[in-house]
């Protein structure tokens, strides 16, 4: 058990450019969450995968924002044409069939849209 | 929709005293309901869980946590403070009804135990 891996763990980009960030979770765990968490505030729900089947995406999720998990492992998510309210840590969890209430985060990444 | 309340944002507690990281939530049908540790530089921890059953529940590093329906409750409780447990604490729900997997974190709760 490796845990929930994030990469990168920091972005730097400027306001128009679009970012990509990767999220590992737990190998044998078959549900991934994406959550945006800024300071002073809990983790905000984005969206949730089951195997490769995206079933639930928040109303925070813009068009902007994309999600995918090709084969049921790992995830990436992407946001284009980035604004400086995107500025937020991306958190990535997992959970597996047996639990699947114990959600495993990752350490997250850093988004910093100058 | 489902929400919780932390209302302090903020708790000192003096080391080897009890603490309690209070918690309220809202839902629409029955809850699932989550504490989360969070230390510096360091992602989510799961601490404890209340899906059924008995009111008191028990986790990770000593910590409790007691399900009060009537009160709609859902406070964190440890007999005696480490320094170790000062982080910040999250209470989080997921509403059982909906068959969504979603779930809901409050804002947290900095615990600062003091040696």
């Known amino acids: 058990d490796t845990g929930v891996s994030q990469d990168p763990r920091h972005k730097i980009t400027k306001r128009g450019q679009n970012v990509t960030f990767r999220c590992d979770p737990i190998s044998e765990h078959n549900r991934l969450y994406w959550y945006r968490q800024t300071l002073g505030q809990g983790p905000e729900f984005l969206t949730y995968?089951?195997?490769?089947?995206?079933?639930?995406k928040s109303r925070l999720l813009s068009d902007r924002f994309s999600a995918e998990r090709p084969k049921g492992s790992f995830s990436t998510l992407e946001i284009q044409r980035t604004e400086q309210g995107d500025s937020a840590m991306y958190l990535c969890?997992?959970?597996?069939?047996?639990?699947?209430?114990?959600?495993?985060f990752g350490s997250g990444t850093q988004l910093s849209v100058l | 929709a489902q929400s919780v309340a932390q209302p302090e944002d903020q708790v000192n507690v003096a080391e080897g005293n009890p603490l309690t990281v209070k918690c309220t939530y809202s839902v629409s049908g029955n809850p699932y309901l989550f504490w989360y540790v969070q230390y510096p530089n360091r992602g989510l921890q799961f601490l404890l869980k209340y899906i059924t059953g008995d009111n008191l529940v028990k986790g990770s590093y000593g910590f409790e946590a007691e399900f009060n329906k009537s009160q709609t409750s859902f406070h964190l409780k440890k007999p005696s403070a480490l320094v170790s447990d000062s982080a910040l604490y999250f209470c989080?729900?997921?509403?059982?009804?909906?068959?969504?997997?979603?779930?809901?974190f409050g804002t947290g709760t900095k615990l600062q135990v003091i040696p």
């Open positions: 995968f089951q195997n490769e089947a995206q079933l639930e």
């Open positions: 989080a729900v997921r509403d059982m009804s909906g068959g969504y997997q979603k779930v809901t």
């Open positions: 969890a997992s959970s597996s069939e047996g639990d699947r209430e114990k959600l495993f």
